[in-house]
């Protein structure tokens, strides 16, 4: 039995990526033929599409990634020095959250700045 999931592990995330990279590209798409069909011109397409960009997106993802990491890191300390196996998914659902809310007020942070300057 396990031999069979974990042929289908790798099969389901690919399809799952896959999935999330079509919808991704179908919206994208859908979102700028609504702007053209309501009659902007190029420059203001353009505009409009530069405002919605986060210029902290790197910055983000990256502390998520840390948080997500120190999580893992500290879950499994404390599963080797416990012995109980809850550490892991607690501490990584603690450190991500973490990390997103912290994502997003230092973001906020430095989109406000960004405006006043």
Same mark, same amino acid.
């Given at each position: /039995?396990?031999? $069979?999931?974990?042929?289908? %592990?790798?099969?389901?995330?690919? +399809?799952?990526? *896959?999935l999330?990279?079509?919808?991704?590209?179908?919206?994208?798409?859908?979102?700028?033929?609504?702007?053209?069909?309501?009659?902007?011109?190029?420059?203001?397409?353009?505009?409009?599409?530069?405002?919605?960009?986060?210029?902290?997106? /790197?910055?983000? $993802?990256?502390?998520?990634? %840390?948080?997500?990491?120190?999580? +893992?890191?500290? *879950?499994?300390?404390?599963?080797?020095?416990?012995?109980?196996?809850?550490?892991?998914?607690?501490?990584?659902?603690?450190?991500?959250?973490?990390?997103f809310?912290?994502?997003?007020?230092?973001?906020?942070?430095?989109?406000?700045?960004?405006?006043?300057?």
């Amino acid at each position: /039995m396990e031999s $069979i999931i974990a042929v289908f %592990i790798p099969i389901i995330v690919t +399809l799952v990526i *896959g999935l999330v990279i079509v919808v991704d590209i179908y919206f994208r798409s859908k979102e700028k033929q609504m702007l053209i069909e309501k009659g902007l011109t190029v420059e203001e397409r353009k505009r409009f599409l530069e405002e919605k960009r986060d210029p902290f997106r /790197m910055l983000k $993802i990256g502390m998520i990634s %840390i948080f997500f990491g120190l999580g +893992l890191g500290f *879950g499994m300390m404390l599963q080797n020095a416990t012995g109980q196996d809850y550490w892991i998914p607690l501490l990584l659902f603690i450190g991500t959250g973490i990390g997103f809310v912290l994502a997003n007020v230092i973001g906020n942070k430095l989109k406000q700045q960004n405006k006043s300057d």
